[in-house]
Nanobody
Framework: QVQLVESGGGLVQAGASLRLSCTAS????????IGWFRQAPGKEREFVAR????????YYADSVKGRFTISRDNAKNTVYLQMNSLKPEDTAVYSC???????????WGQGTQVTVSS
């Protein structure tokens, strides 16, 4: 069992930066791939970024590539999403999820709101 808690969201202006954190409970956190997803009002949830269990492999959605960076500190049971050059279209609830294998995401956090004003 893994419990995930996101933090770091907020209201910022376009062009600003935010760093989201996803902190997990459980001793096996370092064995999970972690993904960040987002859902804007009226839209379906979409993939943002993922990182492998040891942090050696990352993957990004085209819409955030070059602006967002995912990283993890397994000693702190935390995955980060550094978001730079934010755009109004990045406005959404951001959630993290844990996958014991590949992209089989089975544990989800409650999400944190990110609002980018123009």
């Amino acid at each position: 069992q893994v419990q995930l808690v996101e933090s770091g969201g907020g209201l910022v202006q376009a062009g600003a930066s935010l760093r989201l954190s996803c902190t997990a409970s459980g001793r096996t956190f370092s064995s999970y791939n972690i993904g960040w997803f987002r859902q804007a009002p009226g839209k379906e949830r979409e993939f943002v970024a993922r990182i492998s269990a040891r942090g050696s492999i990352t993957y990004y959605a085209d819409s955030v590539k070059g602006r967002f960076t995912i990283s993890r500190d397994n000693a702190k049971n935390t995955v980060y999403l550094q978001m730079n050059s934010l755009k109004p279209e990045d406005t959404a609830v951001y959630s993290c999820s844990a996958a014991p294998v590949a992209d089989n995401y089975i544990y989800w956090g409650q999400g944190t709101q990110v609002t980018v004003s123009s």
